[in-house]
């Protein structure tokens, strides 16, 4: 009887142990909720363009690095232009159990918006955009990340490249003149080629810069036609803001330095491609699939930075880069995270040519930039409504994710402003 006592009290424990177990498995550490099954998490990804496009494949790898490092189930859908399609393709990653929907291109996002008002048990996340903080749906977000600091280390490189150029008396022109192949005149694009045109004259004082745009993210043709016109034009160096191989294939074939974005071209061009910095999106791919896994809330607006891994640059190619450059962009990098640099310090750029004056700037009687009223909260008319220049320096994409430094600089000529 006493044997027979032992064994159901022995059997009662191994069944408290397991029941136990089972339950420590389907909690979570929030208040003994259940935990979402990160497998029960799946993700649609809306892209512009395919794996052929620098910037496309740039936030397909991110994707990819994300989704499989978190074991959860992912759709991708690729060449999806910015219309209704964006919306149909939405729709349909819903209809495929998708509970967060993801597009990578600035136009996509009213698209996106719709299908956020539509879907609301769904998650819509979108990259460039600057809707969420002003839509205030709690389905809707968009994020981007501080790349106006990596085209700024970028253009350190530059500078530093033309430097080398200049000593050893191969300049084209009295100067010198750095080249860049632009997409189109958004807020985005400028903010862009301004912090490299910045970065570079931080180390070569007498540098100056033409831009010409193409209409277009991603026209290998007019790309490379757009930088083979900036080397007839007496450019030393090209950079870019456009998607595709054409500036780079351009530069690789006239023996022009060339600094790249979205990804390291050395293997295309190993004579002539210094250096490329990149927006690395998985940190946020991670973060926005860990606060659906956890019931949490994603921010309107997210910003990744150098901190968060969120910028980064390739290596330094030592073929083609000037002498110590990995360790000029070390020691900057280091004071922008420690905040004795800022990328829009007004002491380091003038504001002084007429046409180039926005409406919304305050500028003083040496063409610095002492005010600023950006466009934050966008509107038809893009009006200026927060102020945005203080301590010194532009504070760019801390009011929204998405960039809004908007300024014409001194020192940089647009050949085309058309689109």
């Known amino acids: 009887m ?65 989704c499989e490092a978190l074991g959860v189930e992912y759709v991708l859908k690729t060449n999806i232009p910015e219309s209704n399609e964006c919306y149909e393709a939405a729709a349909d990653l819903v209809d495929q159990g998708c509970n967060i929907v993801f597009a990578d291109s600035f136009s996509h996002e009213d698209f996106l918006i719709q299908a956020a008002k539509e879907f609301t048990d769904v998650q819509f996340c979108h990259a460039t955009g600057t809707k969420a903080h002003t839509e205030n749906l709690p389905n809707f977000h968009n994020a981007f990340a501080s790349i106006y600091e990596g085209r700024y280390l970028a253009g350190v490189a530059a500078g530093l490249k033309l430097n080398e150029i200049k000593e050893a008396g191969n300049l084209k022109g009295e100067v010198p003149k750095m080249g860049y192949v632009g997409a189109y005149t958004y807020a985005e694009v400028i903010s862009g080629y301004t ?84 927006i690395n999106w998985a940190p946020y791919f991670k973060h926005m699939i860990e606060c659906v896994q956890k019931g949490e809330a994603i921010e309107a607006d997210w910003t990744g930075t150098i901190a968060t891994g969120s910028v980064e640059l390739t290596e330094v190619n030592e073929k083609a880069a000037a002498k110590d450059t990995q360790a000029k962009i070390d020691a900057v990098k280091a004071d922008l995270e420690a905040g004795k640099v800022h990328v829009f310090d007004t002491a380091n750029f003038t504001v002084t040519k007429g046409d180039q004056v926005n409406v919304n700037a305050t500028v003083d009687d040496k063409g610095v930039l002492t005010g600023y009223m950006a466009d934050v909260d966008t509107d038809a008319e893009f009006k200026g409504d927060t102020e945005v220049v203080k301590d010194g320096y532009f504070h760019e994409s801390e009011n929204r994710s998405a960039p809004y430094f908007d300024v014409n600089i001194d020192g940089i000529t647009l050949l085309n402003t058309a689109f």
């Open 2 to 66: 006493k044997n027979s006592k032992k064994i159901v009290a022995v059997i009662l424990t191994v069944v408290l142990v397991v029941v136990g177990i089972f339950a420590a498995c389907t909690k979570s550490d929030n208040g003994g909720e259940e935990n979402t099954d990160a497998k029960a998490v799946k993700v649609g990804f809306i892209f512009l363009h395919d794996e052929n496009s620098t910037y496309d494949l740039n936030f397909i790898n991110g994707a990819k690095e994300a």
């Open 195 to 278: 912090s490299f045109y910045l970065g570079a004259k931080s180390v070569c004082e007498d540098v100056i810069m033409d831009v010409k745009f193409t209409g277009s993210w991603y026209d290998e043709t007019a790309e490379k036609e757009a930088a083979q016109a900036l080397i007839d034009g007496g450019a030393d160096l090209i950079s870019q803001h456009a998607d595709s191989m054409g500036a780079p294939t351009a530069c690789e074939n006239a023996g022009i330095p060339d600094v790249s974005y979205n990804g390291s071209t050395v293997d295309a061009c190993p004579n002539t491609f210094i250096v490329s910095s990149r």
